[in-house]
Each structure stands twice: as structure tokens, then as C-alpha cells.
């Protein structure tokens, strides 16, 4: 079995790891990497090199952190070009926020398609694998929707968008096409509801997919959709089955590595893809954000170091270490809970997940409850979500639905070598263009620029 399955891995490393931007177009012999067990498929998913990693480049583009000119050009290419909002984003670069979750996407249909060969469906095993494999395709398309389509609409016509490609098969053959933007948050939507019936309440490590887990990706889908009401369902129910919650006043929140990998407070584990940014020490946080924490916040020093007058790099993050985390947190779904049922009127059940939360990241002698009401209540909620999950790739897509809101809109700016550059709210900037290489082998249309 260990000799059969290390040939079926590598030569799935040889069709996605060595493609990179040309990945829908490798055209390797399937007989090859189709796993034929249930040990099998287990093997294949538990790769975590390939299926627990995510985009990166929503960092460089967004408004929480800013880069000194010392530091720009030590960058990567791709990252100057996010960090500059360039039409020309990947400047001829490898690019990976593109190839790795269609490296992921791929790895889940090799086992969906296995898991239909296998002969008996009815069991607890079956249903995990199966599971598993429609989160990780559903986790891979959502973040390709960050970052390559346009924010789904506040005001409808999704239907008249250009999504993602979706494949459903791990067939490479198959003609790669666009579909709508509708289309694309609906097999998001559909692969996780089905995984949210089939994974089990509870597994380890943590970089397998949970009920929890799928509910909270539910849960982040929903609110870019607008569908305030299903996102606090699904973040609720997500936090009834998980009822883990990390105190950060019983941590050492001075120490260099204040959280541990697989932590309390972690729900699923996933780590964004390693790049210069996150190691620099040229990039520092936002100084208005940094101010944003009050008095007693132990997340001002839970989370960052102050390297200068009014310099701060992160430092404290829920890996355990350098890299950046990326996954679901509980903290994150108690703010998508609070934020759901803050936009529906649900006023005194989101103020109790906001002050639950805000209660173990404040020291008691400084905490005062929320007591807010109406749109005072959202923008409270809104600010905590960039206070709490400050570099993790979701405010990104946080500026994306909220500037379709003209009270939530903002204009990012920062300061290049003494010229101030901007990003307008809904700005075609804001969609990445599709790598220059999918394009000539795939023939599919270019985003707008």
C-alpha cells in the first residue's frame, strides 16, 4: 500500500506542483492518479502541503498594513503588483494565488472521483472522505472568487458576471470556461451544504475539516452575499458544536509566540501561502488601526510589537508561529454571528456575541460592554472584525461587499516615494487579473483592468 500510494502522490505533485499557472492545462495519464481505497483517499487528503494553504495577495492589497520605500522593492513581483493596485499585477511571475487552489480543486475531484468507484457509501468513513473533498474544493473556490471575480452584488444581475472556472472532474481535458457569478457562489454554496451534512462534529488534527468548519465558511459565504439572516445561522450553529473559547487574559500575551498551533481558539487550520511581506521588516501595521485598540485590549500586545514611533509589526499569530494564519477562528464566528444579526435587527443577541467575545480580549477592570444600537451597533462590530482578525486575508473581501454600502465605503490610500496613490471604492482594481499564461492556453476572457 505505502509503495502504490507514493507513486499516486507523485504523480499528482508532477501534474500540480511542477504546472503552477498552466495547471488546467497538464494533461497527465489518470490511470495514474486515481486512488483506489478508502487508506488511499484518506493519504491524499490529509495533504497538508497542498489542501491548508490560501491566497496571500489580498495582505499587500488591502488597507492593514503599509510598506516602507526601503522595503517595496525587496518584495516579489506579484506583491509589489498587489501592493500598487498594477494592471499588471503578476509583471510575468509565477501566480500562486491562482495555481494553488486549482492545485486544490484538482486534489479534491482525484477524490470525489475515487470515492464513486468505492463500493460501499453508507459508512462513516465514506461520508468524512466525501466530505472532506467538497470543503477543500469549495474552501479553493471561494478564495479564487476573492480575488479573481468581481465582489458579488449587493443590487443582483450576478447572473450577467464572469466568475471563476469550475471544474468538476479532475479530467483535464474538459474545456476550462467561466461561469456567472451566480453560478459560482452556487457550487460554493451547494458543495458546503453538503459537506456540512456529511463531516463529523469533531476531528484532529485540525487541519481536517470539521461540521464547525463548514458551517463557518458557510457562514463567511453568506455574508458576501449579503445573506445577513443564513450567516448568523450558520455562525451559530457552528459555535454550538464548537464550544472552545480561548481567554486571553489567561495567556501570556508579552510572551514571543503568545497562541499555539491548533489552539483553543482555532476551529480549522489553514495558513496563507508564504511570501516576503509576511517575514519583512520594512511592512508594518496600519497606524490608525493600532490606534483603534483601547485601553486594556490585550490585542494590541497579543498580537503585534512595537518596533519604532509609531511602527508595529504582528507578531502573535494563531499558527504558533511566523507564518500567517488563515483559517476560522472563534473569534471570527462570533463576529460573523454578531454582524448577521446586527444587520436583521437582532440587536440584543449580536451586542451578547460581541461583549462575549470583547470580554476575553479585554482586561476586566477595563472592559465596558457594547451597548450600542441600529448602525452605531454595525459599525462597532465592523471595527472589531478588523481589530480581531487582522491579517488573514478577510479584509479583502470586507472592503469589497462594504463599499457597495455608501456609508461603509472607504478609498485606500498610502504614500509611494512621496506620490499618494489610491484605490477607489469599487474599483475594477479590486478583481485580479486572470495570469496572462491561463489566458493564451485557455482562451478564457481576461478581467477588466
Known amino acids: ?51 491548508n494553504k490560501q491566497p496571500v495577495l489580498t495582505l499587500h492589497g488591502g488597507d492593514e498594513y503599509f510598506v516602507s520605500d526601503e522595503g517595496l522593492p525587496t518584495l516579489g513581483l506579484p506583491e509589489q503588483g498587489a501592493y500598487l ?22 486534489y479534491a475531484n482525484v477524490a470525489l472521483d475515487a470515492l464513486e468507484e468505492i463500493p460501499y457509501k453508507d459508512g462513516v468513513d465514506y461520508k468524512t472522505l466525501r466530505g472532506e473533498a467538497l470543503f477543500h474544493r469549495a474552501h479553493a473556490y471561494y478564495h479564487l472568487l476573492q480575488e479573481f471575480a468581481p465582489p458579488y ?17 479532475p479530467d483535464v481535458n474538459s474545456k476550462a470556461e467561466r461561469s456567472t457569478l451566480e453560478e459560482s457562489y452556487s457550487r460554493v454554496l451547494m458543495d458546503l451544504t453538503e459537506a456540512a451534512t456529511l463531516l463529523p462534529d469533531f476531528q484532529l488534527p485540525k487541519s481536517r475539516p470539521t461540521k464547525a468548519a463548514a458551517l463557518g465558511m458557510l457562514a463567511r459565504l453568506k455574508l458576501c452575499m449579503f445573506d445577513y439572516e443564513g450567516a448568523s445561522d450558520a455562525a451559530e450553529e457552528a459555535l454550538e458544536i464548537y464550544t472552545e473559547r480561548l481567554d486571553f487574559n ?11 498551533r491548533f489552539g483553543e481558539e482555532t476551529v480549522f487550520y489553514s495558513e496563507l501561502v508564504t511570501v516576503t511581506f509576511i517575514f519583512s521588516s520594512e511592512v508594518f501595521v496600519d497606524t490608525t488601526l493600532i490606534e483603534s485598540y483601547q485601553p486594556g485590549d490585550l490585542r494590541l500586545q497579543a498580537y503585534f510589537d512595537q518596533v519604532g514611533e509609531n511602527r508595529y509589526q504582528e507578531r502573535g499569530r494563531l499558527t504558533g508561529n511566523i507564518l500567517s494564519f488563515g483559517g476560522l477562528s472563534t473569534g471570527e464566528l462570533e463576529l460573523m454571528a454578531a454582524e448577521g444579526l446586527a444587520w436583521i435587527g437582532e440587536e440584543e443577541k449580536a451586542r451578547e456575541y460581541l461583549n462575549s467575545l470583547l470580554s476575553r480580549r479585554i482586561k476586566p477592570e477595563s472592559f465596558i460592554p457594547v451597548d450600542a444600537v ?28 462594504l463599499n457597495q454600502y455608501p456609508e461603509h465605503s472607504k478609498k485606500v490610500e498610502r504614500i509611494v516615494e512621496g506620490q499618494l496613490i489610491s484605490l477607489e471604492p469599487n474599483s475594477l ?9 491561463e489566458i493564451v492556453l485557455s482562451g478564457v476572457k481576461q478581467n477588466a483592468r
Open 85 to 106: 493596485w498594477l494592471d499588471d499585477l503578476f509583471q510575468g511571475d509565477p501566480a500562486y494565488d491562482w495555481s494553488t487552489p486549482y492545485q486544490q480543486v484538482f
Open 429 to 437: 482594481n479590486y478583481v485580479f487579473p486572470i495570469p496572462d499564461e
Open 153 to 169: 452584488q449587493l443590487g443582483g444581475e450576478n447572473e450577467q458576471l464572469l466568475g471563476i472556472i469550475l471544474k468538476d472532474s
Open 374 to 401: 441600529g448602525e452605531d451597533l454595525v459599525n462597532e462590530i465592523l471595527l472589531e472584525r478588523k481589530k480581531e482578525l487582522v491579517g488573514r486575508g478577510l479584509r479583502w473581501t470586507d472592503l469589497r461587499r
Open 1 to 51: 500500500m505505502k509503495k502504490k500510494y507514493s507513486i499516486v502522490f507523485i504523480f499528482l505533485v508532477l501534474a500540480v506542483g511542477t504546472a503552477c499557472d498552466d495547471y488546467l492545462d497538464v494533461k497527465p495519464d489518470q490511470s495514474l492518479v486515481v486512488p483506489s481505497t478508502m487508506e488511499d483517499i484518506r493519504l491524499l487528503l490529509d495533504n497538508t502541503t497542498v489542501l
Open 250 to 260: 489567561n495567556i501570556d500575551v508579552a510572551a514571543n509566540r503568545p497562541f499555539v
